[in-house]
């Protein structure tokens, strides 16, 4: 009994100690992978589709790697779109994040591309956005179902951002601060959440009512 109790501990240390194995992309389009061993601070294997837009110039980039927990914002073993569009800058993930050997070995799809019928105020270019002369509108696209604005720094320097984003960054400290820096005070435009937080009064008023 005793060596059947050491053995099973024995095997649960093991199994601990061992490091999750993710898939690494060879290239940025991912036609070829590995697998490798995480190093121990990646708990997380992610497979991200990104697109991003400078100027209408488009990259489209496939990357699988093994990631910390915090790195991989999006919940867990849910396929996720997020986008952050400033309109003249834009990017655009499809994101899964997964806790098993291997788990992110699928290539998922392109963010969706089409205009969503939202429009937010934005800069036309980086020049706009740093003297803070910002007078564009911008359509949105995908999973942007909210408006930002803010600032943040750049050489000490306040800079001007606004534009389209997806509601699930908008409580994210740090998808924030991996987005727009560590200075950034981005605030998300509340014409959905009024229509949400009324409906979640109504609930609790109900829920309130069937309690009393
Ligand atoms: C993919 O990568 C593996 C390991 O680096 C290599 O052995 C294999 O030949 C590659 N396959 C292709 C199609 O490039
Ligand atoms: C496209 O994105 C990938 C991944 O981020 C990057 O390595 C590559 O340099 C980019 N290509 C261009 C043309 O910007
Ligand atoms: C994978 O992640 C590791 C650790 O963050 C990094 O050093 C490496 O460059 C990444 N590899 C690719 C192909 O992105
Ligand atoms: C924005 O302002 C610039 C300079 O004042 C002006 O030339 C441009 O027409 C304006 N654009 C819009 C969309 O109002
Ligand atoms: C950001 O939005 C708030 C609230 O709608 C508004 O009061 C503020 O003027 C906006 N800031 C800019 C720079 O557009
Ligand atoms: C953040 O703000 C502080 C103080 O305003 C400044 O010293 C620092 O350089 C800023 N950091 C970045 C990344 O811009």
Redesign the pocket.
């Known amino acids: 009994m005793k060596l059947l109790l050491t053995v099973c501990l024995t095997c649960t240390l093991l199994y601990t100690a061992e490091s999750l194995r993710c898939h690494v992309c060879d290239n ?1 389009l991912c036609t070829n992978s590995t697998s490798v061993e995480c190093p121990a601070t990646s708990i997380v294997c992610k497979t991200v589709t ?1 697109v ?1 837009v ?1 100027n209408t ?1 488009v ?3 496939v ?1 699988k790697n093994c990631s910390s927990l915090v790195s991989c914002f999006t919940p867990l073993l849910i396929e996720t779109e997020w986008s952050v569009n400033r309109g003249f800058k834009k990017e655009a993930h499809t994101q899964f994040c997964c806790v098993t050997d291997n788990c992110n070995f699928q290539t998922l799809a392109i963010p969706n591309p089409s205009e969503n019928g939202k429009q937010c105020p934005s800069c036309a270019s980086s020049a706009d956005s740093l003297a803070g002369t910002c007078n564009a509108t911008l359509s949105c696209a995908g999973v942007e179902d909210s408006c930002f604005n803010g600032t943040t720094t750049s050489n000490s320097k306040e800079v001007l951002e606004l534009g389209c984003v997806s509601r699930n960054l908008c409580t994210l400290q740090v998808a924030h601060e991996a987005l727009f820096g560590s200075n950034a005070t981005i605030v998300c435009g509340a014409p959905w959440s009024v229509r949400i937080s009324a409906a979640l009064l109504t609930l609790a008023l109900t829920a309130h009512k069937v309690l009393v």
Do not use: E, G
């Open positions: 940025d990104s991003t400078t110039i990259n489209l980039s990357n």
